[in-house]
């Protein structure tokens, strides 16, 4: 397990740092990614998804988010803005970065439950949001 550590002079560099992370991670996932203008929007990416069957692209609202708060075997990570969690209109996804061990989680916002914040064990197939560890296939377009 390579294990990394980041030391950043404000929360908002690491997050910058995490949205670029994921982007990059999208675009070697062969994702198409958009960024909203300024930063009112709810989410931080959206990931244009085109399939077969459509001549409109969807766009999947992605919020990055970034943790190294180890808890025991797990991470704590946040997943609402100022407190108030995602409400299902706002997002499609959150994409969770656990810096310290380079593991995403991709994660569709209705499996929040309405939650502030999330406990993410990676590596533990039996863990509550295993079945969202590195499920980049759920960004791509569905035929």
Not at 73 to 83: P, R
Not at 130 to 137: L, R, T, V
Request: net charge positive.
């Amino acid at each position: 397990m390579t294990t990394k550590r980041t030391t950043f002079t404000h929360f908002k560099q690491q997050g910058e740092w995490a949205e670029l992370l994921f982007m990059a991670r999208a675009a070697e996932h062969g994702l198409a990614i958009a960024r909203p203008w300024g930063d009112s929007a709810p989410y931080d990416v959206a990931i244009v998804a085109t399939n077969a069957h459509s001549r409109r692209p969807d766009l999947l609202r992605v919020q990055v988010k970034s943790t190294q708060c180890q808890r025991r075997h797990g991470y704590k990570c946040h997943v609402d803005s100022n407190g108030v969690p995602y409400r299902l209109d706002q997002l499609d996804f959150i994409a969770a970065y656990i810096i310290t061990v380079a593991v995403w989680f991709i994660i569709p916002v209705h499996a929040t439950h309405g939650q502030s914040e999330v406990f993410l064990t990676p590596r533990r197939p039996n863990s509550k949001y295993a079945e969202y560890e590195e499920a980049w296939h759920l960004l791509s377009p569905k035929e």
